[in-house]
């Protein structure tokens, strides 16, 4: 691994000091690259540096051990125990630093709930779902901003899409992207039957200007009146705005803001943002990754979570995570789920990693 840290220093040295070159800075998109592989090396070189130091420490600590006077053996001990306790944590550290990178790492993230199967209730399940990543949020720190929305009769979300801002937005919120599954009793219910429903979630990477050039000839822009539930208007000006991109027919359609300009500006934010996505998944050829497999179709056999209110318990099918702490849960506190996924991908990684090696 430390033949590995110095062809790394060389790298980040390598870097640091193109990042002062002017023609790389007047390049906004190749400087924003460069500053990103700059952050992931500054990481890793440091945890590295310190890998090197305490391995030194270790060496030196085990031949005074042999030649030092016998009273001062058991400290020169202690202090080689101290050091390859340390040396074991900062190698594991080191490894995970070494994997290869998730493109997304660091990007902020736009998230889209819709209801799907189980009418009315899928739409409740929904908002559940929204105030849930809203309680998530919360706790850490992050920011979010609801981009657009259509509510439900009873007060659901039909469809929802909002912003979530933070530090290490996309390493935990990229699991929840997939079918929900809800069994309870729904409120529309007389005879106090459990109904099973589910509602779909797809987390998409932020997309920067620098990221993808749109061509504004590729994007066919609509306008027409806003309407709330039942179809009502909310308003009588043509503020809402619906943007097709032609190439690939992604169309993305805003209303909540009475501004047309806010509108347009929201829907280039998630359209930008789909198309990354898109390509990204083009130029990785996986499946899995993709948008249409993330929800799938929606169906309830195609659950990655499953929340259960009678039995108080929520079930990750990716996993085989079981927790009864439904309330919590609904409430934000999803970190027992996300941390074993995000243990999860990293075991598999490593053990891919070690075959490789092997």
Do not use: C
Not at 11 to 19: N, W
Not at 101 to 128: C, Y
């Amino acid at each position: 691994m430390l033949e590995r840290l110095s062809s790394l220093e060389n790298e980040h040295a390598d870097l640091e000091a193109r990042l002062a070159d002017p023609e790389l800075v007047a390049d906004n998109a190749r400087y924003v690259k460069a500053m990103r592989r700059y952050s992931e090396l500054s990481e890793v070189v440091g945890v590295g540096r310190k890998l090197r130091t305490r391995q030194d420490d270790l060496e030196a600590a085990r031949m005074l051990v042999t030649e030092a006077d016998p009273g001062d053996r058991d400290e020169w001990r202690a202090e080689a125990a101290e050091a390859e306790a340390d040396v074991a944590e900062l190698e594991a550290q080191f490894r995970v630093l070494l994997l290869p990178k998730d493109p997304n790492d660091g990007r902020n993230v736009i998230v889209e709930i819709r209801g799907a199967e189980g009418g009315e209730e899928a739409n409740l399940f929904a908002r559940d779902l929204y105030e849930m990543y809203q309680g998530y949020a919360s706790r850490h720190g992050w920011t979010t901003e609801t981009l657009g929305s259509h509510v439900s009769d009873l007060g659901g979300f039909s469809d929802v899409t909002f912003t979530v801002k933070g530090p290490d937005v996309w390493t935990r919120m990229k699991f929840e992207a997939g079918p929900h599954r809800v069994q309870r009793v729904p409120v529309t219910e007389s005879q106090g039957r459990v109904h099973t429903s589910s509602a779909t979630v797809s987390v998409l990477p932020e997309a920067e200007e620098v990221d993808l050039e749109i061509d504004h000839n590729d994007l066919q822009i609509d306008t027409f009146r806003s309407s709330g539930a039942g179809g009502q208007h909310v308003n009588t000006t043509d503020s809402a705005v619906r943007i097709t991109h032609i190439p690939t027919g992604v169309m993305v359609s805003m209303q909540d803001e009475k501004s047309q300009l806010q509108n347009r500006n929201r829907a280039m934010v998630v359209l930008r943002s789909r198309l990354l996505k898109a390509e990204q998944d083009r130029v990785a050829a996986e499946a899995s990754a993709t948008r249409k497999d993330q929800v799938g179709s929606g169906g309830r056999s195609e659950k990655i979570r499953t929340y259960n209110f009678k039995e108080n318990r929520v079930t990750d099918h990716r996993i085989g995570l079981t927790i009864y702490k439904l309330e919590r849960v609904l409430a934000g506190e999803l970190d027992e789920v996300s941390d074993a996924l995000v243990t999860d991908e990293r075991t598999r990684q490593l053990q891919g990693d070690a075959d490789g090696d092997d």
